[in-house]
């Protein structure tokens, strides 16, 4: 009798050895052959957006390294529900992936209320591919020369002065409430629909300070028609590292969009880790580095663990950022 069991042991650990042997070979033969086909990359936002800009650069080099096409697909719409439904039902092989920056995990969920999709439940972090500092700018008329004249002028003048954004819970303007309550500043807001608009705003005087993205600020720097007092990033930017961080003076203060990959939940870790890996490697490419520059963006390639711990720090910054603001949701 215990012969008998012992040789059902042997049994049993056997079969469980053969079948780990077999998944390992699955999944290195999975990765031998990956990719396969294809490649789509589902953009949040249309032709021309941040994070299309960013898929389009990386896809050029992605495409040359991986030896299959990597195609661009613009989805946008429904606060990224069009997307997240567009991911969803294509295969989990890792052949398709979502590209979008951080608002749609950060402010979306707190702002819109019954979204169809669940960051933790529906999706999978694969790379952070870049991010793009947001700058604070003055008129001239304001008549402060660096952030902390800025700041004592609004300390000595409090609710004098006004701020434009690209509109309510935008980033734009949910870094400066951030801004705000960290420094204990008294701003007026006055939203506008996109930078678009808010952008002549501010060239125009009619407000008198707002943050927005570099290339659609560096003319009129030049031009000396506004001027840069500080950027909403951890680090100072490479593009102008004589402007200094507002977590100079807020330890911990990030509020810079992030733009990456995502892949649907229950893609096979071994094709998120070659993917990942790729986009790091493409992300160190001198030519790649000086495009993104040009559009005002960062390179970053950090991998699956080191996005997702990003982004869980952008929903908690976003929720109190939200809150400062008494934004409602919708």
Do not use: C
Not at 8 to 34: E, F, H, I
Not at 73 to 101: E, S, Y
Not at 238 to 261: C, K
Not at 283 to 291: D, S
């Amino acid at each position: 009798m215990n012969k008998r069991k012992t040789l059902s042991k042997v049994g049993t650990l056997l079969g469980l050895w053969m079948m780990g042997v077999s998944t390992l070979m699955n999944q290195a033969q999975a990765q031998a052959t990956y990719p396969s086909k294809p490649i789509r990359l589902i953009i949040t936002n249309p032709a021309g957006g941040l994070p299309d800009t960013v898929a389009r650069l990386f896809a050029q080099r992605l495409t040359e390294r991986l030896g299959q096409p990597v195609v661009v697909d613009n989805k946008p719409g429904a606060n990224g529900v069009v997307a997240a439904q567009a991911l969803a039902t294509a295969p989990a092989d890792g052949h398709t992936f979502m590209v979008t920056d951080g608002s749609m995990f950060s402010i979306n969920p707190v702002i819109y209320k019954n979204l169809s999709y669940d960051y933790k439940r529906d999706f999978v972090p694969v790379a952070l591919a870049a991010r793009a500092s947001l700058y604070l700018a003055v008129h001239p008329k304001v008549g402060v020369s660096n952030l902390q004249e800025f700041i004592a002028l609004v300390k000595a003048k409090p609710g004098s002065l006004n701020y434009g954004s690209s509109g309510v819970g935008s980033t734009h303007h949910l870094t400066m409430e951030a801004m705000k309550s960290g420094l204990g500043l008294d701003l007026k807001h006055i939203p506008f629909k996109g930078t678009g608009q808010s952008v002549p705003a501010l060239v125009g005087g009619q407000v008198d300070v707002l943050f927005s993205a570099l290339p659609s600020l560096a003319g009129f720097v030049k031009s000396g028609q506004i001027k840069l007092l500080a950027n909403n990033s951890a680090q100072r930017s490479s593009q102008e590292p004589q402007v200094p961080t507002i977590a100079e003076l807020i330890p911990g203060f990030d509020f810079s969009p992030t733009i990456g990959f995502f892949a649907a939940s229950g893609t096979p870790a071994n094709v998120i880790e070659r993917f990942s890996a790729e986009v790091a490697r493409v992300a160190k490419l001198p030519e790649l580095i000086q495009a993104l520059n040009t559009a005002g963006v960062d390179a970053v390639g950090a991998g699956p663990a080191d996005y997702g711990r990003a982004i869980q720090s952008e929903i908690d910054r976003m929720a109190k950022a939200i809150a400062a603001a008494q934004i409602k949701s919708e």
